[in-house]
C-alpha cells in the first residue's frame, strides 16, 4: 500500500504560527522534503523534531521527483514543506503533487500559514474575487506581456515580489496599469510587519528615497468596471458603421442585422430600426 504526501505549511515569519496537526504530522512521518534543508533544520530543531530530510527545489525536482515517488509507492509518508508557508504555491511542489496524483498516490494538505491571504485580508481592498499571479519574471519583455494580460482584470490582483525587482516592476505596472491603489505587505507575522497602503507612484517615490527589505506581497486593486466599459466602447465600432461594413458581405437583411446585434451586444429591434433609417437614407426602404 502506497504511503501518503502531506503537503505541510510553515511559519511564514513567527514560529507560534506553525499549527499541532503540522508538527503531529511532521514527528509521525518517515521523511520530509524539504526546499532548502538548513532552513527546515531549523524549525525542526526549534520543535524538536527528529526525522531524516532530504532536498527537493526547483533544480532537481525532476531527479528528485521521482525517488520521491518510489518511496511513496513502497509504503513510506512523507511530509512536504516550503521555506515559509503553504508548498505547492509559487514552488516546485505542485510538480510532485501532479506527480502523486498521476500515480494514484494520496495527497492529503495542512491548513496553515500562507503569505498572500494575510496581506490580502488585512489590505482593505475587495476580498470577494481576486487572482493570485504569484512571482513576476526576470525578464522585462516577459514581465510586461504578463501584465498586459491582466491589466483590464477587475478583480484584486496579487503578486510577490523580492526586494531588488520591486522598483523595477513598479515601474512597469505603473505604465500599463496606470495610477492604481496598491497595498505593499512586508515582513508578515513578524516584529517589523508593515502594510503599505499607497498608490504605485506614491510606492515608486518612496522606494526610490527608502531601499527596500525583505519579500513583498503586493496587492492591487482591479480595473475599474465602468471605466474598462467606457474603454471598451470607446474602441468599439458603432451599430450604423458595421450595418455599413457588413453591408458589403451581401448578407440578406436579417443576417446583417443579427450578426450586428450579437457582435455589439444589442437588441435586436434596436438594430434593425438603424438599418432600416440606414435604407432609407439610401433610398430602398426595403425591409427584411
Known sequence: M???????????????????????????????????????????????????????????????????????KAGQNIALVSDAGMPAISDPGEDLVRLCIDEGIEVVPLPGASAFSCALVASGMPTGRFSFEGFLTMNKRNRKIHLEEVKNDTRTLIFYEAPHK?????????????????????????????????????????????????????????????????????GQASPEELLERYGTENLRGKELVNKVAEELGLPKREVYDLYLKTKNKQGTGKEC
Open 2 to 72: 502506497s504511503g501518503i504526501l502531506y503537503l505541510c505549511p510553515t511559519p511564514i515569519g513567527n514560529l507560534q504560527d506553525i499549527t499541532f496537526r503540522t508538527l503531529e504530522t511532521l514527528k509521525s512521518v518517515e521523511l520530509i522534503a524539504a526546499e532548502d534543508t538548513r532552513n527546515t533544520l531549523k524549525l525542526l530543531n526549534y520543535f524538536d523534531i527528529d526525522v531524516p530530510l532530504t532536498s527537493y527545489y526547483e533544480h532537481n525536482k525532476a531527479h528528485k521527483g521521482e525517488i520521491l515517488i518510489e518511496k511513496l
Open 166 to 234: 520591486l522598483l523595477s516592476t513598479l515601474k512597469d505596472m505603473l505604465d500599463i496599469f496606470g495610477n492604481r491603489e496598491i497595498v505593499l505587505a512586508r515582513e508578515l507575522t513578524k516584529k517589523f510587519e508593515e502594510f503599505f497602503r499607497t498608490t504605485i507612484s506614491e510606492a515608486i517615490v518612496h522606494y526610490e528615497e527608502t531601499p527596500p527589505k525583505g519579500e513583498f506581497v503586493l496587492i492591487i486593486k482591479g480595473k475599474n468596471p465602468t471605466e474598462l466599459e467606457e474603454e471598451i466602447r470607446a
